[in-house]
Each structure stands twice: as C-alpha cells, then as structure tokens.
C-alpha cells in the first residue's frame, strides 16, 4: 500500500527563522511528489517534482526530491507570520492518484 | 489562480437527513475529486471522475454518492447522515493527475 509520511507534526519557530519540513515516500511506481500548502482554507499548490524535476524555488520556498532516499524536503527560508499553515505533502504513482501524508503544522511566532 | 467552488462551506445537520454538498469548477477540467480531511489526518480520496459520466470510488470507503452530468459540476450526496460522517469534504479538479487544485471546503457537522 502506498505511503506518505511527514515530519515534524508540528512545527513552532520565530519569524525569520529558516525551517526544513520532511516527507519520505512509499510509491508504487513513482511518478511525482507534490507539496501544498493548506491555511484555513483550501490546500493550495507550491511545488511538484519528477524524476527528471528534482529541485524547484520559488522565492523563499524550496524543495528538493531525493530519489534514492526515497524523500523530499520543503525549505522555508526567512519565515513570516504568513508561513504559518499546514504543509502537505503527497505523493504520485502508477495508480495516478494522489496518496497525502498528514501534513506538518508550520506555527510562525512574530 | 484556480476557480473551484464549494457550497456550503460550513452545515450543521440531524442524523437521517439527505444532504448535497456542491462543487462547481470554471476551468474546463475534466478530472474531478472528492477527498475526505478529518482534524490533524490525511486527505483521502473518496471519489473521483475522468469526465462527464464518468465516475470512480476512491480509496477511502464512503456512504456517499456522486454524479457528473455536466463538466463543470460535481455534487455530493449522502442519503441518510449519520455523526459518523461528520469530517471536512474536500473538492478538487485537474487537467492531469498531479496538480489537482482544491476548493474551500465544506465542513460537514452531523449531529
């Protein structure tokens, strides 16, 4: 069965502070890792990356997929009060279907 | 920035009571989702769609029903609510698989 699981659950840093969120992956047949962020509201896309993607920034977020350690890394650097959300993470496979993890809750103190 | 609907956002309902929650896309998606959030848990997929008349049951079991009569819209149903339904319904569509873009949200209360 696939499998996304992300750590921490839970995340309280000052703003300013650089934060690394993590997610390893059980996927059948690997297509692609995506990551989300979900505030009050819908979960909202930031990044995917493939096989042939491995790394994408935007701003102050980056992400790196690891394809032999099975994982990826979601980078928040110089965070803000407006980081703080629910960070997700899920995974894509033969299926086509997306398999999430639980998410990491990224609190953002001023 | 992606235009998906959901209706209502929030409903406190008894048990036994048939309910429709809406969700309605502008962007000409064929692929539709329904995902299933409860507090502090994972998204799962309930349901799903490749197109009009097309509809598939997701990994997650659920009483619930759905329907695709047109493109835009995708509703669902849940004949008899009972507390145990009571979670957060997510809607979503996408052109591909993989960046699927997700509505607001209807946080369904079933007493």
């Known amino acids: 069965e696939d499998k996304v699981v992300q750590s921490p659950l839970s995340l309280v840093v000052h703003e300013g502070d650089t934060v690394t969120l993590n997610c390893s992956y059980e996927?059948?047949?690997?297509?692609?890792l995506l990551w989300y962020k979900q505030e009050k509201k819908a979960p909202t896309f930031l990044f995917m990356l493939?096989?042939?993607?491995i790394e994408k920034k935007s701003g102050r977020l980056s992400s790196i997929l690891d394809k032999k350690e099975l994982s990826s890394i979601l980078n928040i650097t110089a965070t803000q009060t407006g980081d703080s959300a629910i960070y997700l993470c899920?995974?894509?496979?033969?299926?086509?279907?997306?398999?999430f993890g639980k998410g990491t809750k990224l609190t953002v103190n001023p | 920035e992606a235009d998906i609907y959901q209706t209502p956002r929030y409903l406190v309902i008894g048990t036994g009571k048939k309910i429709t929650l809406e969700c309605s896309q502008t962007m000409g998606h064929d692929k539709m989702y329904w995902y299933q959030q409860d507090p502090g848990m994972e998204l799962h997929l309930i349901h799903y769609?490749?197109?009009?008349?097309?509809?598939e049951k997701g990994d997650l079991s659920s009483e619930s029903t759905v329907s695709r009569i047109r493109t835009e819209h995708f509703p669902l149903t849940l004949e008899s609510a009972r507390p145990s339904h009571t979670s957060q319904y997510l809607c979503a569509s996408s052109e591909v698989w993989d960046t699927q873009y997700f509505g607001p949200g209807t946080r369904l209360t079933v007493l």
């Open positions: 996927v059948t047949n690997f297509r692609s």
């Open positions: 769609s490749y197109g009009v008349n097309s509809t």
């Open positions: 493939t096989s042939s993607g």
């Open positions: 899920a995974g894509r496979g033969g299926s086509e279907k997306l398999v």
